[in-house]
């Protein structure tokens, strides 16, 4: 009995102790769990809200002053004259961006970021085409890859892989468009992707070819069709839904703006050339789809809308040699010559007005007109073309004909306030 008592005592505390043992050994496994899953946790909270991330690369401060486009272009970088569209999603452009305290400037393959005119980043390897920049980063392409930049964190995502070239136009809600050519073709097709469903599809449209207008309003695409002489062009709205054009007026002249909803282009009288056509100035405003005429029709050469407000327009035109801004009244249709000028170029808006160049003698001078009082200020002068200003710098370009080469600079023009 004495034996039996024993040998039951004894097993019973062997497992008594395999119990403990065991129990010891599951509470260390679930705090190591608990340990990667906060890690896990923190690392994704740490890398801020990007796109679905294919392939991610980090970039640091690089504060070495390289600009140089070592393209081999000898022409001045190709704006698209006339044309204003800062929506609500992202502000466009071919070298120069500027929004929400953030400024890019691309040169060839190569992008430098600046933050409130310090620099922040630069990005090889950039496509040498027009980019987006939204609110918290930049929207471009590298080789067959379309890329956004997080400004947060610093983190290149690329969004989509392609088989073909491409160059961003922008992007409607959770839609991304961008164009693709084959073989320097004059001709192009648009691609609309989606980031939500990661899938993407080749939009049926006419005219995409030459010198092809393109503006975003309210979340939606318009352009003018393409041409490659001086005739008037049809303007149409692309709806995303079905993936084709519609087409909104027959005749236009260049140049196209925006404000809020309302988006505002110049409809020729007839289809002919745009030096003999007479134009009216039209306001469509695209949720109703209703057109109005703010302004008689004219024979003034050149009106293309550069900038729009709450309540005015402003064109550009050349009468009788003289070229001009002219601001008209949305709501009376009255009209003042509020700048004139040399070789007159919108710049980029401001919060009271816009900037514009005026060039002449090899010298460009930017100036800031002030809607709310109607003064013009000169802001400083640059040795080139102007792509934009920011944070008191103005960033200008000039051709080395030694080099083959645009060169950029930045000059530091917060004197001339």
């Known amino acids: 009995m004495g034996e039996r008592k024993n040998t039951t005592r004894n097993s019973e505390s062997r497992l008594v102790n395999g119990l403990i043992i065991t129990a010891a050994i ?3 496994a679930m705090v190591a769990v608990l340990a990667v899953l906060i890690i896990t946790i923190v690392q ?6 990007t796109p679905s991330a294919k392939t991610a690369k980090t970039y640091g401060v690089n504060t070495e002053e390289a600009l140089e486009d070592t393209s081999e272009e000898s022409q001045p970088p190709q704006r698209e004259a006339g044309i204003t569209d800062s929506s609500s999603l992202f502000t466009p452009g071919s070298v120069f961006v500027t929004r929400g305290g953030w400024t890019c400037l691309r040169m060839g393959s190569s992008m430098t970021i600046y933050q409130k005119g310090q620099e922040k980043y630069k990005i090889s390897g950039v496509n040498d085409c027009n980019f987006f ?8 392409t590298k080789d067959f890859d379309f890329c956004y930049f997080s400004y947060a964190s610093g983190l290149e995502t690329v969004i989509m892989k392609s088989r073909e070239t491409l160059c961003p136009l922008g992007m409607a809600g959770s839609r991304f468009l961008l164009a693709s050519s084959q073989d320097d073709s004059m001709e192009f097709h648009i691609i609309m992707y989606d980031k939500e469903t990661e899938s993407s599809i080749t939009l049926d449209l006419p ?17 003018i ?38 988006l505002y282009y110049c409809s020729a009288e007839s289809a002919g050339s745009l030096t ?9 405003d695209t949720e109703t789809d209703t057109k109005t005429e703010i302004t008689p029709s004219s024979f003034s050469q050149l009106q293309k809308p550069v900038w729009a407000s709450d309540g005015y327009v402003y064109v550009l035109s050349q009468d009788n040699g003289k070229e001009l801004i002219t601001q008209w009244n949305i709501d009376t249709g009255s009209k ?5 000028g040399h070789s007159l170029a919108f710049i ?8 514009y160049s005026s060039y002449a003698s090899e010298e460009a001078t930017l100036y800031l007109f002030k809607e709310s009082t109607g003064d013009i200020v000169e802001i400083g002068k640059a040795s080139g073309i102007i792509a934009g200003y920011s944070d008191g710098y103005i960033y200008y370009s000039v051709y080395n004909d030694e080099k083959q080469v645009r060169q950029y600079y930045r000059e530091n023009a917060s004197h001339a306030f």
Not at 276 to 284: P, Q
Not at 348 to 355: H, I, K, L, P, V
């Open 26 to 28: 599951l509470s260390i």
């Open 44 to 49: 994704k909270n740490n890398a801020g809200s």
């Open 133 to 140: 920049a939204a609110d918290d980063g930049v929207y471009y």
């Open 207 to 223: 005219e995409l070819w030459g010198d092809v207008e393109k503006i975003f309003c309210n979340d939606r695409l318009y352009y």
């Open 225 to 262: 069709g393409g041409r490659t002489d001086v005739s008037t062009r049809p303007l149409y709205e692309v709806d995303l839904e079905k993936g084709r054009a519609v087409q909104i007026d027959p005749a236009c002249g260049t140049g196209l703006s925006s404000y809020g909803s309302k």
């Open 276 to 284: 003999d056509s007479a134009m009216t100035l039209v306001e469509l």
């Open 336 to 340: 003042a010559d509020v700048i004139t």
């Open 348 to 355: 980029n808006s401001a919060e009271d007005g816009f900037y």
